[in-house]
C-alpha cells in the first residue's frame, strides 16, 4: 500500500500552512485538518477557567501508538498520506495542542480516517493533561464520551 | 552481579501515578518469565506504600511499551509501565 505517515511527538509548535504543503501530492484531491486548542473552559468542578495544560507522554511508545492507529486508519480507509503532530509540555490557552492532516484522493477517506485518528488517539495513545488555573491544578479525567465515540469505529464496518 | 543485569524489570510510573509514587520508576529483580499480575504482587510485597498509593485506582499497563492484560507475561528485562487512562488529544 502507498501510505506514507509521519508523526512528531515536541514540545515547539507547528506551523499549519507548511504542515499542509509538506502533505499535497499529486494523486490527492483532499486534505482534512484537524488541529485541537487550549481553550479557557471553567472545569466541571471548578470555578476559575483554565490557565493552561501540560501535556506529559511515553517517549516511544506515543509514537509507535500513533503510527499504530494511523496504519489502521490507512488499511480502513483510501487515504495516502498522514501527519500527526502532537505537542507535550506546557501550553498555554489558544495554543496547538495536536495536528492530524489527512490526503486522499476524495473527500469521503480523508474525513473518516481523521475522525477515526482522533478518537482512537484519546483512548490509546498515552499522553495525559494537567489542568492549571489560577488557584490550582489536576489531572485531567478520561472522559465516557471519548469511549463512546470509539464504539463507532468497533461496530460500522 | 552482572549476570543478574537482565534480570533487573523496570516498572515506570506516568502522569498521576509519578506524583503519587513520587518517582518515575521502580526496578524490581525478576528471576522467570511472570504475568503482570504476579508481578504487581511482587512491586506491592517490596514496597507497600505503592500498593496503596494506587488502591481503588484504575489503571492501564504496557509491557515493552505494548498496552498489556493482567494475563501478560513478563520477562526478567522487560519494561512494565503503569499509567491511568489516557487523556490526550
Known amino acids: 500500500m502507498n501510505f506514507r505517515c509521519q508523526c512528531r511527538v515536541q514540545t515547539e509548535n507547528f506551523d499549519l500552512a507548511a504542515e499542509y504543503q509538506n502533505l499535497l501530492r499529486s494523486d490527492c484531491g483532499a486534505v482534512v485538518c484537524f488541529v485541537g486548542l487550549v481553550r479557557d473552559h471553567v472545569p466541571s468542578d471548578g470555578t476559575d477557567p483554565v490557565r493552561a495544560l501540560e501535556l506529559e507522554h511515553y517517549p516511544g511508545m506515543t509514537e509507535n501508538s500513533i503510527k499504530h492507529i494511523a496504519q ?14 502532537h505537542r507535550v509540555g ?3 490557552v489558544s495554543e496547538q495542542i495536536v495536528l492530524v492532516a489527512v490526503a486522499s484522493a476524495h473527500r469521503a477517506a480523508a474525513f473518516s480516517a481523521c475522525e477515526m485518528m482522533m478518537d482512537y488517539l484519546k483512548n490509546y495513545v498515552p499522553i495525559w493533561k494537567k489542568i492549571h488555573t489560577q488557584h490550582h491544578s489536576e489531572w485531567a479525567e478520561a472522559k465516557s464520551s471519548d469511549q463512546q465515540a470509539l464504539q463507532r469505529w468497533l461496530t460500522e464496518q | 552481579m552482572t549476570t543478574q543485569s537482565n534480570a533487573v524489570t523496570k516498572i515506570l510510573f506516568f502522569a498521576s501515578f509519578r506524583e ?7 526496578s524490581i529483580h525478576l528471576m522467570k518469565p511472570t504475568t503482570v499480575t504476579d508481578l504487581l504482587e511482587q512491586l506491592y510485597a517490596e514496597h507497600p506504600q505503592v500498593k496503596a498509593q494506587l488502591a481503588e485506582r484504575e489503571f492501564l499497563f504496557a509491557v515493552n511499551q505494548q498496552l498489556a492484560t493482567s494475563l501478560t507475561l513478563v520477562q526478567p528485562g522487560d519494561e512494565l509501565a503503569l499509567f491511568p487512562f489516557v487523556t490526550g488529544g
Not at chain 2, 20 to 26: E, N, R, S, T, Y
Open chain 1, 72 to 85: 489502521q486508519a490507512a488499511e480502513r480507509f483510501d487515504i495516502r498520506a498522514m501527519t500527526v503532530i
Open chain 1, 90 to 92: 506546557l501550553l498555554q
Open chain 2, 20 to 26: 503519587l509514587i513520587g518517582q518515575p520508576a521502580i
